[in-house]
């Protein structure tokens, strides 16, 4: 089997022509390797599941679903939930800098 390296700190993505093994080198190798040299980091793996779907309000705790998760700790949590990324940038004073950053990530 042919060695490689997989980058450090950088999105990884796989791409080959249909049936060409990409979620077996994904799912049955690199995952399984992954969680076994490192069981207390977090791997986050995006697929094709027809069942998980993504709009645009969508959100990383709501794709994750970990929004069950935090709901323990604020009454509020919903509220944080449903709001898109352009409402909150809309609440943001437009000399903050996350509103900047937050503003060229969308554009």
Do not use: H
Request: hydrophobic fraction near 35%.
């Amino acid at each position: 089997m042919a060695e490689f390296q997989i980058p450090k700190n950088r999105l990884v993505t796989v791409t080959g022509e249909s049936g060409c093994g990409k979620s077996t080198l994904v799912n049955e190798c690199l995952a399984t390797d992954f969680l076994k040299r490192y069981p207390k980091d977090k791997l986050v793996m995006v697929g094709q599941d027809r069942n998980q779907s993504i709009t645009s309000r969508s959100t990383v705790a709501t794709f994750l679903d970990i929004k069950k998760k935090l709901t323990k700790y604020s009454e509020d949590i919903d509220d944080i939930f449903e709001r898109s990324i352009e409402d909150i940038i809309d609440e943001l004073p437009n000399e903050d800098i996350a509103y900047k950053r937050l503003s060229l990530l969308i554009k």
